[in-house]
């Protein structure tokens, strides 16, 4: 039994398109309309058909790029499987949602039986033929004892550039908690392992500055992962985005770099906001004082490699030598690959991180390597930077936003609409 569907702008058209495709013999399964008639188009409606044979269409030579690897066969497998799930469910239906009365008249209920016991024993084939691809590819996976129906979510979280110690920890963790009536379906699989991730991403929720409650930040981090317009961005936040605004100044440290100081005394003239640069850290506390009366002091600091132990230590002395508390951000690119990033934590660490910002969402596709990071290090996040624009481009950090860029990638306006629950 083989399915076919056919389009068509009225429901006659597509029937006809399957007739002809078909022959008269083929069942009519379904009739749905898929897109209603607007001022620019017209309508479309879909009809499926089932069919016992079609005649055996000639065999083409396959070209070494359309063979696909093991796993990807297990997803594809994965994906049929659902599809034919949800063919076999419809079928249990004698209504037929959506269907027509010559469609009713079309499948007495004995060909609604066999069509389901065909539907049933295609997919008892796939699912043998996913185990064995899974079985096959079990040295690979450390022989983790991982059912087949957990091959998507496996492939998902692993494209992401989770790490691997992770993945499986977080696999073992899914298959000890999940209940197992849950473990027989793809879809939720995936629900459970997407709350799961959640529950392991610690994120600081943001908080408005209150009377006698000062915040002083200082954001460090390699060059060029956008610190500054971070910097800018926020200060924005602060002061005219959030319905409390905030009094806000801004101090920097990057001396160095001419084009950064210029582009941060740019911003805080546009935005009327009070700015310090400090060159030596005995001249820091006089312009922290200068800014007493800011509900939150913005630090930029000069872009350092991981590897130039003089800028860091200079960047310490500054920590040291304030008589404010100040609470250190590490800006990192949600591009860069895991290692770099273990590494880059790993030597500003000595400056007692206390959150992370991740930047440049827009310019990478992979953000399993910010669940390991956070996993590693079991600090919190605070903000995501997923675009250029100041101030628009900047998000609360939330659990949930992150999780669905690891599983389904993403998507600009998300961050933008708002869903970013915590």
């Given at each position: ?74 997803f ?16 249990s ?30 997919a ?24 087949s ?38 879809e ?18 943001e ?63 546009m ?54 508390q ?50 590693d ?46």
């Amino acid at each position: 039994m083989k399915f076919h569907t056919f389009s068509g702008e009225t429901p006659a058209e597509a029937l006809k398109r399957a007739q002809n495709e078909c022959g008269e013999n083929a069942l009519v399964i379904s009739t749905k309309q898929i897109r209603k008639k607007t001022i620019s188009s017209s309508a479309l409606y879909e009809v499926v058909v089932a069919i016992e044979d079609m005649p055996t269409q000639s065999v083409q030579k396959v070209e070494p790029k359309q063979i696909k690897s093991g796993e990807d066969v297990l997803f594809s497998l994965s994906e049929a499987a659902k599809q034919i799930s949800q063919i076999a469910q419809a079928t249990s239906d004698s209504s037929f949602s959506g269907s027509t009365k010559a469609t009713e008249k079309a499948l007495p209920n004995e060909d609604l039986g066999d069509i389901k016991n065909e539907i049933n024993k295609l997919a008892d084939k796939i699912k043998l033929i996913q185990e064995m691809f899974w079985e096959e590819k079990a040295p690979h996976r450390n022989h983790l004892a991982i059912p087949s129906e957990f091959s998507e979510i496996y492939k998902l979280a692993k494209t992401s550039g989770m790490g691997k110690d992770h993945l499986e920890n977080i696999m073992n963790l899914t298959l000890e908690h999940m209940p197992s009536r849950m473990k027989n379906s793809s879809e939720t699989i995936k629900r459970y392992f997407q709350v799961l991730l959640r529950k392991l991403i610690p994120v600081r929720v943001e908080s408005e500055a209150s009377k006698g409650n000062k915040r002083v930040m200082m954001f460090v981090g390699p060059t060029g992962v956008g610190k500054t317009t971070t910097i800018a961005k926020l200060a924005a936040r602060y002061s005219y985005i959030q319905e409390k605004r905030s009094k806000v100044g801004i101090i920097t440290l990057d001396t160095y770099r001419i084009g950064a100081v210029e582009q941060l005394f740019a911003y805080a003239k546009m935005m009327r906001l009070p700015i310090e640069d400090v060159v030596d850290p005995n001249d820091f506390n006089s312009a922290l004082s200068s800014l007493g009366h800011c509900d939150i002091i913005l630090i930029d600091t000069m872009g350092s490699s991981q590897y130039d132990k003089e800028k860091l230590v200079k960047l310490n002395k500054f920590l040291q030598n304030s008589q404010m508390q100040i609470d250190v951000n590490l800006v990192l690119s949600a591009g860069c690959k895991l290692e770099d990033l273990k590494e880059i934590y790993k030597n500003f660490s000595f400056l007692e991180i206390d959150t992370l910002i991740f930047t440049k969402f827009d310019e990478t596709k992979v953000f399993g390597t910010i669940f390991s990071l956070i996993y590693d290090t079991d600090k919190p996040v605070s903000y995501f930077s997923i675009g250029q624009e100041v101030p628009d481009d900047l998000v609360p950090a939330s659990s949930d936003f992150l999780v669905e860029c690891i599983l389904d990638g993403f998507e600009k306006k998300r961050g933008k609409d708002g869903n970013t629950g915590k």
